[in-house]
């Protein structure tokens, strides 16, 4: 079974406008993390915003925002006002596993794309 | 500070043949990874390191690639003989601490062909 599982291969969004990026995650784990990675085409793969499984708040970051829905296994991304630099590649991933041999699994990915 | 370094940047091999990859971490970064990433997929795991010692090697094809992080910092990562499906960017990430919160910092990525 997937462990991150992001539906969407590819996605537009026009220039300032907001886009979710989708993403649902299976563990049986109590105690995980959901991050998002942006990869751009250079290729580096960039840290967005982390959101631990016991925080009782959404996290933010700057026009970043993790919807975090728990019972339904969604970690959705949120990107505010949209930028042409906001154009790339972009990574669900999900930490699970016990203290030093925890390990961090990737989605397949959603490419972003903002148009004018 | 300086980020995660990765060199070559690109390598074009045949089949059969041997290559090696070098990363640096970010200095006083305690765990190092490397992940393999095929075009069009997302990174997958191959390899992770606690100081010198390995923690994870599950999805290591340990017939031809082989990994090692020496005095706790510098690691390379070898594959020999190289395969066609083994074509992709093998990127290098490290995380300061022990335990798992923390976010992975990324290298670039070493960018293999194999023909």
């Known amino acids: 079974a997937q462990k991150i599982t992001q539906t969407q291969p590819g996605m537009f969004v026009q220039e300032k406008e907001a886009v979710t990026l989708d993403c649902t995650y299976d563990?049986?784990?109590?105690?995980?993390?959901l991050f998002w990675y942006k990869q751009p085409s250079s290729g580096e793969m960039i840290f967005l915003i982390y959101q631990g499984s016991y925080d009782q708040q959404n996290a933010t970051e700057g026009r970043y925002s993790l919807n975090f829905q728990k019972a339904r296994k969604s970690a959705n991304l949120v990107i505010s006002a949209s930028q042409l630099g906001d154009s790339a590649m972009y990574f669900c991933a999900m930490r699970e596993g016990p203290g030093t041999a925890s390990k961090l699994t990737f989605g397949t990915g959603t490419r972003l794309q903002v148009t004018l | 500070e300086a980020g995660v370094a990765q060199s070559p940047r690109y390598k074009i091999i045949e089949k059969r043949q041997s290559v090696a990859f070098w990363c640096n971490p970010i200095?006083?970064?305690?765990?190092l990874y490397w992940y393999q990433q095929i075009l069009g997929q997302g990174p997958k795991l191959l390899i992770q390191?606690?100081?010198?010692?390995?923690?994870?090697d599950s999805q290591l094809p340990k017939d031809r690639f082989s990994a090692e992080r020496l005095k706790g910092v510098d690691s390379t990562l070898k594959i020999q003989p190289a395969k066609l499906e083994d074509s992709a960017v093998y990127l290098c990430?490290?995380?300061?601490?022990?335990?798992?919160?923390?976010?992975?910092?990324f290298g670039e990525g070493s960018r293999l062909t194999v023909l």
């Open positions: 990430a490290s995380r300061r601490g022990l335990v798992g919160a923390g976010e992975l910092f």
């Open positions: 563990t049986s784990d109590p105690s995980y993390g």
């Open positions: 200095s006083g970064h305690a765990t």
């Open positions: 390191f606690q100081n010198n010692g390995v923690v994870d």
